[in-house]
């Protein structure tokens, strides 16, 4: 009843905006500030003091274990085997949470939010340019070539006063992201900016959940309400050479329940591997751009009229290829996510999805709530 109350809510607002003629997005009330970008170039540091505080021995200065060693990391020896990096917490609540190999993953309970959690990634891939990391996260066309859990993404509204550049541009994006068959899809709508600072080498992204009036909910699918992110790459050399490092905070609920067998699944699997498949993304990049430009060029016949050439398009290819993006979000139903066969075997009895706000056990109360936001983090991110 409380979900029914919730969705009724929404898609009174969103008839109330069409009865009173509102059909544009107020850009000048909503829109992510350009100091607010430019207070985030700090964030490498703010993470370098992060990893000072939590996962650095004050003694030796050598690294602490957080949850598995890594090859090529000299660790603390000053403790015995049970001293572990994620006992510790810095003032604003950040505590380890997983290493894997170039990453490290600190995460903290937000305040006000029923027990879920935030999550704060970094990352240092030597392989990888900034730019081209930059394009993986925001080309939507190359998402749902590399993510197979993006069932429809695009843009539905550009700022105005923001022309989209090289260096910066400032969208408004639906997102549906395919679940595991035991759940309903959940969609997103936010604003996502972006800014690249060639002076300092590096580029900020910030994305935050909005309502739009050309995405009204939907039937089957549930809205995300609660959703903020931001992102920092910072490159080693210059923007168009690899090596980078990067920092992500990311905030969402998603509106479920789930047991804390797949919790511990997704957060020690499900998140580093996402990483890894977004890191391998960005290496490919280049070679999906020049595939592109090559399949454009072939989709169009050069007719030559004296001095001048003519672009005439090929009709039946381009009928060919409406038809295969029609096709795409049939095709997309068909994937499967990387966890469905593990989340079968994890819920053997789960075959229910829980309303947010049933009441159960305290433990399993807990064990929920932290999984509702992290299970989030597999599809990591706007």
Known sequence: MKTWKRSTLINAKHFLWSSIGI??????????????????KQEIKVIDKLKESTVMCAKCHQRIIIDTQQPGINYCTCYSDKFNATVNQDPDGWRPYIERQDMLIWRREEPNSGGLFAYKVYGSFSDVTAEDFLQTQIDLDYRTKWDPTAREIRVIDTDPKSPKTIDNGADIIYWETIW????TNRDYVFQRRWLVDKEKRLIVIISRVTEHPSAPTKPGTYRVTTYWSYMVIKSYTELHQPGIEFGLTYFDDSGVNIPSAITAWVAMSGLPDFLIRMRQAS???????????????????????????????NVENSKTQRDKENETPKKNDEKKCDFVDEVKTLTLTETQESDPSDEDTENTENSTNEGRGLLRYFFLIK
């Open 23 to 40: 059909t544009t997005y107020n850009w000048d009330r909503e829109r992510i500030s350009e100091e607010e970008l430019k207070s985030y």
């Open 180 to 183: 595991p068959r035991l759940f």
């Open 283 to 313: 290496k490919n990049y280049q070679s999906y751009k020049r595939t592109k430009e090559d399949t454009d060029i072939s989709n169009t016949d050069y007719v030559s009229s004296g001095d001048e050439i003519v672009y005439e398009h």
